[in-house]
């Protein structure tokens, strides 16, 4: 990431205390004594009155309160892989890391909780600890690794807890959160940061196991540290608002965490509990973005071409396979909007089109610009 320097200007504004002055000073000036008699005499009729008097009370449930509760739904990840070669007969299960987990749903069974896709990937084994430190064994339901979304489960004894999803879309700047999590490890459990939310919504682009995407996240000040991944950004009514997923990490930068908006993860994790997997259109080509390809390769694009993705490779029995595709194809745009990048490709496919769609690209293939149109498939069929 380049570095950049952001200069801050700070104002202040002192007109404030002398509005107080000039409104207290109305106040005095009113003439309210020559209603002194007219007053007290409304005052003793009040009195005689038979009210029914209440206590009522607007406050919230005290911080701590809150987070006790909360806290309850909150477990550790282990991820153990497997080591060693099973052929040779060596082979065992190591732990490779941990991270954090939030129960979101129980049935007759099972409690489910959602986590990260790389708090959980590549585990041969998964163990939970809850908050009260009971140890259960996990079973993978499914996950996304390009939004980076999990959900495993666990036997509904273990479940000491669990956390409503809150409606991420009416977070504003400023309000209130509270991180809750695992950071560096069991030995840190539980842990409980403070902050607010710094950005409701940002776009930032992220490698994932699945390729370059532009991830839409809600950005806070509240510290998130390695084995945070996979928590619970909460509100201050104890609703789970983000999953704790990214930081980050440069010298001179602080408190910039971000987490998946709760409003994505109850979509996604709603399709990993019924098909294990996101289903998304699917072309069948490997992409390259065209920063990333030596000069040689790109010496045939016209000047005014600057962005773009290239293909690194073709399935010839996929939609781009049938469509004509070839490699070394440089792909610019899809249905008339330009295409930067590799995530922009991503975004157009997987947000703005569906499956069966038909799409029309816009390719240049050693120099001459070209259109070349694919039906979209649908992702469960073939891995990208």
Do not use: C
């Not at 000039?22 to 106040?27: D, F, P």
């Not at 809150?66 to 991820?79: L, P």
């Not at 609703?239 to 709760?262: D, M, R, T």
């Not at 069966?356 to 070349?372: H, P, S, V």
């Amino acid at each position: 990431m380049n570095t950049s320097k952001t200069k801050w200007i700070l104002s202040t504004v002192g007109a404030g205390a002398l509005g107080s002055v000039l409104t207290l000073g109305a106040v005095l000036n009113t003439d309210v004594l020559a209603q002194k008699t007219d007053v007290q005499s409304a005052e003793k009729t009040e009195a005689a009155q038979p009210y029914n008097v209440e206590q009522t009370s607007t406050a919230a449930l005290p911080l701590s309160d809150m987070v006790a509760k909360a806290g309850k739904a909150i477990v550790a990840i282990e991820n153990y892989q497997t080591a060693g070669n099973r052929f040779a007969g060596n082979a065992e299960s190591q732990k490779a890391g941990t991270g954090s987990g939030v129960v979101y749903k129980t049935d007759s069974e099972h409690a489910y909780v959602v986590t990260n896709n790389h708090v959980i990937e590549n585990a041969s084994k998964l163990v939970i600890t809850t908050a009260g430190g009971q140890k259960a064994d996990a079973e993978l339901v499914g996950a996304d690794p390009l939004t980076d979304i999990a959900v495993v489960k666990m036997d509904k004894n273990y479940a000491e807890g669990m956390l409503a999803l809150g409606d991420s879309s009416k977070l504003r700047a400023g309000d209130p959160v509270v991180a809750i999590g695992n950071p560096l490890g069991i030995d840190f459990s539980g842990t409980v940061t403070q902050g607010i939310v710094s950005a409701p919504s940002r776009s930032i682009a992220v490698d994932t196991a699945a390729g370059k995407w532009e991830m839409d996240v809600i950005q806070t000040d509240a510290a998130i540290n390695p084995g945070n991944s996979g928590g619970a950004l909460v509100n201050t009514a104890g609703e789970l608002i983000g999953i704790n997923s990214l930081k980050i990490e440069q010298s001179g930068v602080e408190g910039l965490g971000f987490a998946i908006p709760s409003n994505e993860v109850k979509t996604l994790a709603a399709q990993l509990m019924k098909n294990g997997k996101i289903d998304r259109p699917y072309i069948g080509i490997g992409l390259i973005d065209l920063a990333d390809v030596p000069e040689m390769y790109v010496r045939d694009l016209p000047e005014e071409v600057h962005g773009g993705v290239m293909v690194g490779s073709v399935d010839a029995s996929s939609p781009a396979g049938k469509a004509g595709f070839r490699e070394q194809d440089v792909i610019t745009a899809v249905n008339g909007k330009a295409v930067e990048s590799s995530a922009d490709l991503r975004k157009l496919l997987y947000t703005d089109l569906h499956i069966g769609d038909r799409a029309k690209f816009t390719i240049y293939r050693n120099g001459d610009k070209m259109e070349l149109t694919s039906q979209l498939a649908s992702s469960s069929s073939a891995t990208e």
